[in-house]
């Protein structure tokens, strides 16, 4: 699968992991961090850094044209909601 062209918040940062199928999103940590796991083989996102995503976050149906965008979006507002909870 190509991955789409990620875009996070400014300070945020990703990494690929190519045989996991994902990447991690990684919160700023000037203010306070955090990291979110998106699988776009099965199109979930999960809290932390995790190989299968196997308690995901959100029970939406990521599918048709800009899913991948709409997925990392998704996580990225995830992740942001849950630590200014903190």
């Known amino acids: 699968m190509k991955l789409p062209d990620i875009k996070v918040p400014e300070g ?5 992991y190519p045989h996991w199928v994902s990447i991690v999103i990684a919160r700023d940590t000037s203010i306070g961090g955090g990291f979110v796991t998106i699988n776009f083989d099965k199109r979930i996102f999960a809290s932390g850094m995790t190989f ?8 939406k149906t990521y599918s048709g044209r800009g899913w991948t965008e ?3 979006h998704d996580a990225v ?3 942001e909601h849950t630590m200014r909870a903190f």
């Open 12 to 16: 945020w940062t990703f990494d690929l």
């Open 52 to 59: 299968d995503c196997s308690r995901p976050e959100s029970t």
């Open 70 to 72: 709409s997925i990392v």
């Open 77 to 79: 507002e995830w992740l």
